[in-house]
DNA sequence: CTGCGAATTGGCAGCGCTGTCAATTGCGAA
DNA sequence: TTCGCAATTGACAGCGCTGCCAATTCGCAG
């Protein structure tokens, strides 16, 4: 059978507890006896039992990503689960993955159930989840460690922010060098906090280029690719068309492109358009798209570290800002010369 | 304080023991005494304790997914982590997911000693671990309870299989139907079960065809983008090149692409391309490829689904043929005029 | 040497649940 | 009504670990 602590003690010829001491790191453990304690383990091969151990010390060592589950699959959820996989394999934690619906009647009811049922020492929170107010205070609340990824900073304590609205600024700066004066914006779903950010970074790109903003230049979208063809539909049936489309993401902006391709225009002659995240999809298209790197992976690694900071002592963890950058590929280009098209 | 066993027991006017058989629905109980119970636990908001459940009850109501880590981030993983998930969550297990080196020195080590930590009830392995007769062989040994999911089913008895060689035949089948004769293929990378049996099945294509093998249409390649566009390099450099390529996966077929369209040719007029999987960004590619539709996220979970019924009972639990599709879409056509490009 | 505070180590109850097995109850046949 | 067997329920000892606190040892000043 295996080895319990009870045997490592044993044969290391001190007390559980000592042996508790040394797994758990703790301070006063003589060098000595805590070199023959992991040799006695080593030679037992023993590994403590988690459930033991948490039950014993009502923790769970459990982190658990909350997220939008149509969003589960997506490149961006990916990412961030690789990165918080490694902040907890070395902090010896374990990650949960929690899809909810979001648009469910009551979202904060259903994190409120998970973490009744899995009681995770800490929770991860992405948009919309991260946005939300009326959940972030009901975790206050009731007294639960979490950590945030979004770019709204106002009620988040833990996590990492990215400064969305300056990147979607500086995505219609670029464009704007490139002489385009028709720049379209297909924006993103409505609850996503990264909507609103993102458009008011159009925004201020335009009036930092002198370009008056035009209400029919900016449709709803979401983060679907097929968002992003129903917008440029939308804006392309324009009796005087954008010359660039800045879509939400690159999802849908991979859908821009794909309804451009189908009316026969070319990229980045014709039409130039910029997404937003990086992922690897963005890189893959023909041509390669122009979008903002969002370093989800290092998102992902430093939210975890910053909650299991909190989580180690309360007041620990902070709010991390991380860079974007603006990844110029070949799906933008000069504005073409203009003429009414269509 | 959160309400423990024992006060649903006292307020049911039952012992602790009837309280579990209930929440495990064990047989054994009266109607009207389980309606009590649960009455006393929805008035008590109860919740079982997860560790304590796992500690008494030698279980830990755990399957740990074993992936290859570099291929964490994969749409093939995400999508096969979303179905696993989906059983999981039903039955009242959880996920954990475990991206381990399949090249470290020695894989079979790091899964043996991933078990010994989180002590899973089940394993669900996908390639290449899937196809390592040696782990499988130790786990055996072990005893440890696992499904795969993988296109070889000599070794395996519980978890999903795929006709790969089959599908990959069809593929030729369709190219060599729309009049191309010269069908390369970019090869997956070694270690894969799937490199052999899509491998295997181009060749059975050709057979069918009456068209005969050419080593040179062959390149070793791998299942990512930059392997794509190194063997669309090799193969378009050639004197006489393909008028269809088909690549093991969807990551490289895009990889195909991208090589393809940076040399000013046409997809599909100067050059077909078929890729493998489906993933999403197969349809967000333009134009979309034409590929063979695997069903990962019903891959996932059946062999969850397998796994689970395993675990309850040796001897449950049996290998799912699931079906392929071939997606044709825009990115193969007829074979151009026979002329010696380059 | 001796005494004393600090450093180190040990003892043990108990975390909340399930497995085992014993006790009780229910029910149809005699 | 009574008996016997099956169905139902209960009692209780752990599962393997950590928290709490007591015991022991150490190092060093007096």
Redesign the pocket.
């Known amino acids: 059978?295996?080895a319990?602590?009870?045997d490592v003690a044993e044969k290391a010829?001190?007390?559980?507890?000592?042996?508790?001491?040394v797994?758990?790191h703790e301070?006063?453990?003589?060098e000595?006896?805590r070199l023959r304690v992991e040799r006695a383990a080593q030679a037992l091969n023993?590994?403590?039992?988690p459930s033991?151990?948490s039950?014993?010390?009502?923790r769970s060592y459990l982190v658990s990503l909350v997220y939008d589950d149509p969003f589960a699959g997506s490149a961006y959820i990916m990412e961030i689960i690789v990165g918080m996989l490694q902040a907890c394999e070395s902090m010896r934690y374990s990650a949960m993955l929690r899809p909810l619906e979001f648009s469910s009647a009551d979202h904060v009811a259903s994190v409120e159930n998970s973490i009744a049922q899995y009681r995770p020492d800490g929770l991860i929170l992405v948009p919309p989840f991260a946005d939300d107010a009326k959940l972030l205070h009901r975790l206050d609340e009731l007294g639960a460690r979490y950590a945030t990824i979004s770019a709204k900073s106002k009620d988040a304590r833990v996590g990492t922010s990215l400064d969305e609205r300056k990147a979607a600024g500086e995505v219609v700066d670029h464009l704007a060098a490139l002489g385009h004066r028709r720049i379209a914006h297909v924006a993103g779903p409505a609850p996503h906090g990264g909507r609103v950010w993102r458009l008011s970074g159009y925004r201020d790109g335009l009036r930092r280029a002198g370009i008056a903003y035009d209400d029919s230049l900016v449709v709803d979208g979401g983060f679907s690719f097929e968002a992003g063809i129903a917008g440029a539909k939308q804006l392309l049936d324009l009796d005087d068309p954008p010359t660039a489309i800045f879509a939400a993401n690159d999802d849908s902006a991979c859908g821009v492109m794909h309804e451009a391709f189908e009316r026969g225009l070319r990229i980045p002659q014709d039409l130039s358009v910029v997404g937003f995240d990086d992922t690897p999809t963005s890189r893959q298209v023909w041509p390669s798209l122009t979008t903002v790197r969002q370093p989800c992976r290092e998102m992902g690694r430093i939210a975890a570290e910053q909650l299991l900071a909190s989580i180690r002592d309360a007041g620990a963890g902070s709010l991390v800002r991380v860079p974007y950058e603006l990844m110029v590929r070949q799906s933008t280009g000069p504005a073409p010369a203009r003429t009414k098209r269509r």
Chains 1, 2 share one sequence.
């Open positions: 059978m295996r319990r602590i009870e010829g001190v007390s559980m507890k000592t042996v508790s001491r797994f758990n301070p006063n453990v003589r000595k006896t023993y590994r403590p039992n033991a151990r039950l014993a010390g009502n």
